[in-house]
């Protein structure tokens, strides 16, 4: 089993900044790629940011320039700077991980989700 533990979600005014952070445990034996999806009420998930191993990384086109991705390897956690934050980034962020458990199979986890709230 790997499990996937976010943290760092809350509330901030237009313009502020949030750290969220993405911890992987469990029978890993190695990530290959790590993400942050959103949804927002009645609207469908989507990518913010992911990075794979390699540290490569890829932005949703509404994000970019403002949110940084990171992550450490060695802790395989993840994390989400998030600056310049509007109104319409307000939704619940979930962390996902995609690579191989010790047993050499596949998984492609999700976490519960934290809740970013941007509102004065």
């Known amino acids: 089993q790997v499990h996937l533990v976010e943290s760092g979600g809350g509330l901030v005014q237009p313009g502020g900044s949030l750290r969220l952070s993405c911890a992987a445990s469990g029978s890993i034996f190695m990530i290959n790629r790590m993400g942050w999806y959103r949804q927002a009420p009645g609207n469908t998930r989507e990518l913010v940011a992911s990075i794979t191993s390699g540290h490569s990384v890829n932005y949703g086109d509404s994000v970019k320039g403002r949110f940084t991705i990171s992550r450490d390897n060695a802790k395989n956690t993840v994390y989400l700077q998030m600056n310049s934050l509007k109104p319409e980034d307000t939704a619940v962020y979930y962390c996902?991980?995609?690579?191989?458990?010790?047993?050499?199979?596949?998984?492609?986890?999700w976490g519960q989700g934290t809740q970013v709230t941007v509102s004065s």
């Open positions: 996902n991980a995609l690579g191989y458990d010790t047993s050499r199979k596949v998984f492609d986890n």
